[in-house]
């Protein structure tokens, strides 16, 4: 009942977008993106990658190629895409979104470029190439510690994916490592009874079947 309110309400702003800035601007493009993503939440596919759809070609059409806001674009498809099983047409859409990222020339490009190889590895590792998801993987993380550092949040979900692909090729005790590493960072950040560092001590053992 709440999402049906929530349509609602969405479909009289785009009404108001489309009728006072046009069907081509910017800020209509930022409400197709948002319908969108309540769509997504609603499980309604088809009609969630219809209006990411427009929303993309509003983002080639006036923004630079190099823009943030159409790489993001790119990785909406690519998730819907994912969540209906159509696995190759997700790498594309991630694939297309690293282009541009590794194309922006400002300080986040290798952060924003490490979110689009994580997804890549992702589609990757459900695929069953284990072997290419971690090339991606170490790749993601070399790109975040550039900027970064060592010791940040996005290292340590970086180290948990990697993790979890070892578990898949069976390689338990080098998992254990990359889950070590992620509770490492996570604890010299959180702090040691933060309930994340409780979940990615647990991630440690549990994951390796190894006894606590």
Do not use: W
């Amino acid at each position: 009942m709440q999402y049906d309110l929530a349509s609602s309400e969405f479909e009289k702003s785009l009404l108001i977008f489309e009728t006072s800035l046009g069907k081509n601007h910017p800020r209509t493009a930022t409400a197709y993106t948002s319908f969108g993503s309540l769509l997504v939440i609603q499980d309604d596919f088809y009609l969630a990658l219809k209006f990411y759809r427009k929303a993309l070609a509003i983002d080639k059409s006036t923004k630079k190629v190099s823009d943030s806001e159409t790489a993001s674009t790119y990785d909406h498809i690519g998730d819907v895409l994912f969540r209906q099983a159509r696995y190759n047409e997700a790498l594309e859409e991630y694939q297309r979104s690293l282009h541009i990222r590794r194309s922006m020339s400002d300080g986040n490009s290798a952060v924003e470029s490490a979110k689009s190889l994580r997804k890549i590895a992702g589609v990757l590792q459900t695929l069953g190439d284990f072997d290419e998801a971690l090339i991606n993987l170490h790749k993601a993380l070399q790109s975040c510690q550039s900027v970064l550092g060592t010791n940040r949040l996005e290292n340590a979900s970086i180290h948990s994916d990697v993790a979890g692909v070892l578990l898949q090729k069976g390689l338990f005790a080098e998992a254990r490592v990359d889950f070590e590493k992620c509770h490492d960072i996570i604890e010299s950040i959180l702090g040691d009874d933060h309930p994340y560092s409780a979940a990615s001590y647990v991630d440690i053992h549990s994951s390796c079947n190894f006894p606590i």
